[in-house]
């Protein structure tokens, strides 16, 4: 049982990762980044290069060469991340709110199958891994690299979450969420912190693309597609555009996605997961966490 | 209004004047040329999730085809292979059908994913041309006796029975069987269950594509399984490997021709060693192949991977089959099919049987030793 | 023509003039407004096979014209009602799955099975619209996404849809490839045009009423629960109905075929047409389902290229490539 648990908050802290950025572009724009899983395979792309490049890496480095490895990925998925705002999203600003989902779901398209050109379609294996033993805690078999990689996480969403709300552009952010047009009267650089925003939510995801990269060991350039699917589901549990809520829906998805696996086998677990966050949307509409709104369109 | 009226007749009489491959044309058929080509078309996934197969094919029956035109060709004329995307989607796999149709192609020699290959058996019939496919093996494809459709690869109820017998040998007690949900994989892991008997403990299915099993594989050690058979492809077999092993899963692990790859060692890391595989022989495991695997590395730059020498056969088997029939008519291609006896394949000697299907599937087991596959027992 | 018979002649077509004539407008927006570019467009379906009847040709036609149906269907929940729907490919699904088992089971003619399919797609549309359409959007995008990979999933896991192999062996309407076509063509036809009649009818004004401001709405009287509903079960019973037409033109179905992807393709064509405009959504079907065909020959680069020129299509015209224009507007 513990195992189980165990086992589910390992993914859902994936997809937790990969949520918090669908979730604050969600927030602050309404959009729905299509192509937000999509940076996460960008990012497990970059790394693989990095380190290739970097060629053999001596064992006892390889963790501070990782860690080295993630933030520069970070910077770099952020900058794509901003880039790709800047080229498809800002200019339909004023579009119906659709016209977006579909430069989205195109610029998805770009990117996957332009790392194919660029990449081939093979799946690439990573050169460096983590590896260590097993320790058992309450019962649960965990490895060491499993509590590194949920560490990192956790400080990454907890200085995220610091940053939205305590930092005066974590509060540029939530202006704009509110109110796009007074935020700009008020002074804010509504364009500049749109920015800044899609640079963090892309750096996060590219972050969970070299993770997974060095702990799965194998990337492939549809590799984001499935997890954005489940990152946007995570967010949609915990209730989108809230933060805190977005991490906990990631975890309940992983939790769900764990336990029916073992109660209904793997061929039923994701309509199990589905199910179960259909008949939870009609008693709770607003997810987890997430504030009842009066929806204006 | 009374000037569209007249545009629109316009545009009608121009489109019948210019129709030669309209309804009221000849309906393009192919011109009989004695110098033109011969036309091998191939569907495979080029595009989508199985994207990755498709050159591996591509490439070796291009191989193949570059050998026999160095050669002077078939029937003193040149192949061409004309490969097509099906994106292993059935809708993309009958508009491909339909085209290579169209170019006239003589021989099918394609077929990867059986979802998308079955919509196109019609298609490819009802123009009267021969199938041999090198991949796609699930057993509707031959339940409908067609005579067009031949399979080269050995079938699930083979490859199931292979296995068993291996399984059998090893003295295993507890068997969990792991499928990915695709029609190739859940049909071996089906075919070799109720052969298993008691002894199969657990069926488990996995999601394609994924990276984490961990909780499938929680579910297996549940069972205290003491052999694993992986039947779906080596992207996940990979993982899973690494994965069971970490979970400190101790017993053997096997898995079907689909994972069969170097790739399967690269993903998995050191914890492939051991791992026994069933498959039909293959270039590694052939003592003459290591011509055949330097020339396709030296020409497109990697090794050839999954299918890859049953693409190169259905290619030389097609061009076989032309010869012996002394044209490219359909039904004397098929009934030169049907003939053949001891056409030397990398499976071994071939021979159909009334279903089609090779009437040995040559199932052998492999063993993972070091950085590749080797024989570890022909299973005969 | 004979000239002393053009008085005679029917001043029908005159009318959507005078109704711009109120409104100055460029010569391009008279031309997209007139009603007989409906008849133009089937007029060129009707035609096209004289030009080019390869069974390549009639297949990749078959297909968009099954797709504008999808499209047309998406279009009354997506484009008039405003519902945002990520799992539309149920109903095609369930459409062509119901047809497929009863006509391969029963050894029915595919015909037959139509009475069920709607039966079916009705229940469908009932079961999973109704606890749903109270939702917010984004919530109610999330819902339809599951029940369309609960679908896929189930067909994929159960013995009577043949598991992920699927049903083979279903039988066409009709045995020629062209005669296939020209029933598609009708039946979209049909199809095409009762959902531009829907769009026009009372119940149509009120589902973009419940679009445009769904609380304004409640308040003047409309129930917009029922009205969410039944653009829901229309779309559902399109796409059933396309299904049905799926299964006869591939007379082979699998799971694969209505995945997550295959959804966002058809609210792409929707979108890419312009929202609630048929003559455009029919545009956006024709062009999102014979792109990627016509850049086969560009092969590996296929898709990036179709993403690439879908934003490059949306900066231009974000509207759509054919924007419906609100005729209350004018009045």
């Keep these: 049982m513990t195992q189980l648990v165990w086992n589910g908050l390992f993914v859902g802290s994936f997809y937790a990762l990969v949520a918090l950025g669908y979730s604050m572009v969600y927030g602050i724009i309404k959009l729905l980044n299509f192509a937000h899983g999509d940076l996460y395979m960008l990012g497990a792309f970059t790394g693989f290069a990095v380190l290739s490049a970097l060629g053999g890496v001596p064992a006892a480095m390889t963790l501070p060469v990782l860690l080295g490895v993630l933030l520069l990925t970070m910077v770099s998925t952020g900058l794509a991340g901003v880039v790709l705002e800047r080229v498809a999203y800002r200019p339909l600003r004023g579009a119906p709110r659709l016209s977006l989902l579909i430069t989205a779901v195109g610029a998805s398209f770009a990117l996957e199958y332009g790392m194919r050109a660029g990449a081939g379609p093979d799946p690439r294996v990573y050169p460096v891994r983590l590896s260590g033993t097993s320790i058992e805690v309450l019962g649960a078999r965990l490895t060491l690299q499993q509590l590194v990689l949920i560490g990192v996480a956790v400080v990454l969403m907890v200085g995220l979450h610091l940053l939205v709300t305590r930092s005066r552009e974590g509060r540029a952010m939530r202006a704009i969420a509110l109110d796009p047009r007074t935020s700009a009267l008020m002074g804010i650089d509504v364009n500049a912190v749109i920015s800044r925003t899609f640079f963090l939510g892309s750096a996060l995801a590219g972050a969970a693309g070299v993770m997974a990269g060095a702990y799965y060991g194998k990337i492939d350039f549809l590799m984001g597609f499935l997890i954005g699917l489940k990152a946007f589901t995570a967010a949609v549990i915990g209730g989108i555009g809230n933060i805190p809520g977005t991490m906990l829906g990631g975890l309940v998805l992983g939790l769900l996605e764990s336990f029916g696996t073992y109660w209904l086998g793997g061929e039923w677990r994701d309509v199990f997961a589905f199910g179960v966050l259909i008949l939870f949307l009609t008693v709770r509409p607003t997810g987890l966490l997430g504030e009842r709104v009066t929806e204006r369109v | ?380 | 023509m004979n000239e002393t018979k053009a008085p005679e002649a029917p001043d029908a077509p005159e009318a959507p003039r005078k109704l711009g004539a109120k409104a100055p407008r460029t010569r391009l927006s008279k031309l997209f407004d007139n009603r007989w570019a409906g008849l133009a467009g089937l007029l060129i379906a009707l035609l096209a096979p004289f030009v080019n009847a390869s069974d390549y040709a009639l297949s990749i036609m078959t297909t968009a014209a099954i797709f504008v149906m999808l499209a047309s269907g998406l279009n009354i929940v997506v484009g008039y009602t405003g519902l945002l729907d990520l799992g539309y490919a149920a109903f095609f699904a369930v459409g062509a799955y119901t047809s497929g088992v009863l006509a391969t089971r029963l050894d029915l003619p595919l015909v037959a099975t139509v009475p069920a399919v709607i039966v079916v797609t009705v229940i469908a549309g009932i079961v999973i619209g109704a606890p749903t359409l109270r939702l917010r959007s984004d919530y109610l995008a999330i819902v339809t996404l599951g029940f369309g990979e609960i679908i896929r999933i189930t067909a994929n896991n159960l013995p009577v849809t043949g598991g992920p192999s699927g049903i083979y062996g279903i039988p066409s309407l009709i045995d020629s490839k062209a005669g296939f076509y020209y029933v598609t063509v009708g039946v979209v036809a049909i199809a095409v045009l009762g959902a531009s009649r829907l769009g026009r009818s009372r119940l149509g004004r009120a589902m973009r009423f419940v679009r445009e401001d769904e609380d304004a709405a409640e308040a003047t009287g409309v129930h917009t629960y029922k009205v969410k509903l039944a653009a829901y079960i229309a779309g559902a019973v399109w796409g059933g109905l396309a299904g049905v037409l799926f299964a006869g033109q591939l007379s082979a179905i699998s799971p694969n075929s209505f995945t997550f992807l295959y959804s966002a393709t058809v609210l792409m064509a929707v979108v890419l047409g312009g929202m609630g405009s048929v003559p455009g959504v029919v545009l956006g079907a024709i062009v999102i389902s014979l792109l990627p065909e016509l850049l086969r020959e560009a092969a590996d680069y296929r898709y990036f290229v179709f993403g690439v020129l879908l934003i490059v299509v949306m900066l231009l015209r974000p509207q759509g490539l054919w924007p419906a224009r609100s005729k209350e507007a004018l009045k």
């Excluded at chain 2, 192949?289 to 990697?302: M, V």
């Design chain 2, 1 to 380: 209004m009374r000037s569209t009226q007249v545009a629109s007749l316009v545009a009608a009489a121009m489109l019948l004047a210019g129709c030669g491959q309209g309804l009221l044309g000849d309906g393009g058929a192919a011109q009989q040329d004695d110098k033109a080509p011969i036309k091998l078309g191939m569907l495979v996934p080029q595009s989508g999730s199985e994207a990755a197969i498709g050159p591996y094919m591509t490439n070796a029956a291009q191989l193949a085809v570059d050998e026999i035109n160095a050669k002077g060709g078939v029937l003193g004329r040149q192949l061409e292979l004309k490969a097509a995307d099906d994106a292993c989607d059935a809708q993309t796999a009958v508009a491909a059908a339909n085209k290579v149709v169209t170019e006239g192609v003589d021989v099918s020699i394609g077929g990867y994913c059986s979802g998308a290959t079955l919509p196109t058996l019609p298609v490819f019939g009802k123009a009267n041309i021969p199938m041999i496919i090198p991949a796609a093996n699930s057993q509707e494809l031959v339940d409908q006796k067609l005579k067009h459709v031949f399979l080269i690869n050995g079938t699930g109820t083979q490859q199931a029975e292979a296995a068993t017998k291996w399984i059998t040998k090893q003295g295993a007690t507890k068997v969990a069987l792991m499928h990915d949900n695709t029609s190739y994989s859940k049909d071996i892991a089906v075919r070799t269950q109720p052969l298993l008997g008691d002894k199969a403990v657990i069926t488990e299915a996995v999601t394609p594509k994924e990276s984490d099993y961990s909780a499938n594989i929680a579910n297996i050690l549940d069972k205290k399984a003491d052999f694993v058979y992986w039947t779906g492809y080596f992207q996940e077999g990979g993982l899973i490997i690494r994965q069971l092993r970490q979970a400190g899963y101790k017993g053997s692990i096997m898995v079907a021709d689909g994972s069969v790859s170097p790739k399967l060692g690269e993903i998995a890391g050191a914890e492939a060693d051991g791992v026994f595989a069933t498959m039909t022989p293959i270039p590694d495991t052939l003592p003459d192949a290591k011509g055949w695997i330097d020339a396709y590395t030296k020409k497109f730059g990697s090794a050839p991977g999954p299918y890859s020498n049953q693409a190169y056969d259905a290619v030389r088997l097609a061009a076989e089959a032309i010869t012996k029939a002394g044209s490219t008519d359909g039904a004397k291609v098929i009934s030169a099919l049907e003939g053949i006896n001891g056409f030397s394949m990398f499976s071994g000697p071939l021979k159909f049987t009334p279903e089609h299907t090779l009437s040995a599937g040559g199932f052998q087991i492999l063993v993972w030793k070091g950085d590749k596959f080797a024989l570890q027992d022909a299973l005969s």
